[in-house]
């Protein structure tokens, strides 16, 4: 007489589908998250190394570091060209006016809005050294900070450091 007609999903399996999507939702949400710290610390590291490479050129053509009376704050303000200036003790400038020679066009910022690198040279003159200050998000390439800060990484003429 009467057939039942079985076509289509009950509201269990519908609740049961719909429950396994947005548990994997939320799975590739915090793997992507993690992706994206990775991706920042990793760019950060690049950088320090690409400033640092910029600074031994300098000091090769000066015989010193450049020097600052103050913490140059990278990437932004008077810290956004290094280049060899006519005035005597300038290396970081807002822009290519007075260079003589350029060793890095644009000078990077950290990637994190609020965040920068922080640049201080620890001495004048002669044999000067400096300090590049940073922080990292998690482990990246044998660094890792204990807990995130911005400057929980130090680079040096001799390497770079975390604690």
């Known amino acids: ?12 399996e519908l609740l049961v589908v719909i429950a396994i999507i ?5 799975l590739s949400v915090v793997a992507l998250n993690n992706a994206r710290q990775k991706s920042r610390d990793a760019k950060r590291v690049s950088d320090i190394k690409q ?10 053509d000066n ?25 005597a003790g300038v290396g970081f ?10 060793y890095m066009g644009q000078v990077p910022d950290d990637p994190t809005t609020g965040r920068a690198y922080t640049y201080t040279s620890l001495t004048a003159g002669v044999g000067a ?16 900070c204990g807990t995130y800060s ?9 390497g770079i450091t975390c604690t």
Do not use: H, R, W
């Open 1 to 12: 007489m009467f057939k039942k007609n079985n076509k289509g999903f009950t509201l269990i």
């Open 22 to 26: 947005g548990l994997l939702a939320t």
């Open 51 to 60: 400033i640092q490479t910029a600074l031994e050129l300098y000091f090769a």
């Open 63 to 87: 015989n010193s570091y450049p020097y600052a009376a103050a913490a140059v704050d990278m990437g932004t303000g008077s810290g956004l060209i290094l280049c060899d200036t006519t005035t």
């Open 93 to 102: 400038q807002a822009s290519t006016t007075g260079c003589t020679t350029t």
């Open 129 to 144: 050294t400096y300090s590049l200050v940073f922080g990292l998000e998690g482990a990246t390439g044998g660094l890792t």
């Open 150 to 158: 911005a400057t929980c990484c130090t680079a040096t003429p001799n």
